[in-house]
T-cell receptor, first 115, second 114 residues
Framework: DTGVSQNPRHKITKRGQNVTFRCDPI?????LYWYRQTLGQGPEFLTY????????KSRLLSDRFSAERPKGSFSTLEIQRTEQGDSAMYLC?????????????FGPGTRLTVL | AQSVTQPDIHITVSEGASLELRCNYS??????LFWYVQSPGQGLQLLLK??????LVQGIKGFEAEFKRSQSSFNLRKPSVHWSDAAEYFC????????????FGTGTRLLVSP
């Protein structure tokens, strides 16, 4: 069990550029979540996958955001035409739905800075 | 809708003293409750969780929390704080059915003085 990993850990980009983040969940976990955390706030839910199906999206996830989990393993989160308001920590979590307690384990996050 | 309130933004505790961090939640049914800890620039580490049964739950690093349904609270406690406990602590609530979108509080930053 190597835990949830996220890459890159830090990303600095200019306004208007596209960025993509990757999340590798714990290997047997079938559920994967994306959250966003801004300074001084708790994480806020963005979207959720069960296997490869994206089952829930928050209203926070504007049309510029897209997430995929093509083979039910790793996931990517892409932000198109980045804005300064997108600057935040993007956290990925995974869980196992078949367990009696569906506990989410978080990765270290990707910190995005939009200049 | 689910919500979590952590009324204390900052708390300073002397090393060796006891700690209690407050968490109040709003949820229409029996919730899943969690405490996570976050060190600067890092992700979230699970400290403990409540799903059912004994309302006093034990976690890692000597932490415990008590679920009080009548007060809609899930306060985190530790009898003796260590300098390494300085971090940000988040309480979260999730549904017991369906998928678990966690709703987090705004966090409490713990400072430990020597």
């Amino acid at each position: 069990d190597t835990g949830v990993s996220q890459n890159p850990r830090h990303k600095i980009t200019k306004r208007g550029q596209n960025v993509t983040f990757r999340c590798d969940p714990i290997s047997e976990h079938n559920r994967l979540y994306w959250y966003r955390q801004t300074l001084g706030q708790g994480p806020e839910f963005l979207t959720y996958f069960q296997n490869e199906a994206q089952l829930e999206k928050s209203r926070l996830l504007s049309d510029r955001f897209s997430a995929e989990r093509p083979k039910g393993s790793f996931s990517t989160l892409e932000i198109q035409r980045t804005e300064q308001g997108d600057s935040a920590m993007y956290l990925c979590a995974s869980s196992l739905s078949s367990s009696s307690t569906d506990t989410q384990y978080f990765g270290p996050g990707t910190r995005l800075t939009v200049l | 809708a689910q919500s979590v309130t952590q009324p204390d933004i900052h708390i300073t505790v002397s090393e060796g003293a006891s700690l209690e961090l407050r968490c109040n939640y709003s949820y229409g049914a029996t919730p899943y409750l969690f405490w996570y800890v976050q060190s600067p620039g890092q992700g979230l580490q699970l400290l403990l969780k409540y799903f059912s049964g004994d309302t006093l739950v034990q976690g890692i690093k000597g932490f415990e929390a008590e679920f009080k349904r009548s007060q809609s609270s899930f306060n985190l406690r530790k009898p003796s704080v260590h300098w390494s406990d300085a971090a940000e602590y988040f309480c979260a609530v999730g549904a017991q059915t369906g998928f678990q979108k966690l709703v987090f509080g705004t966090g409490t930053r713990l400072l430990v003085s020597p």
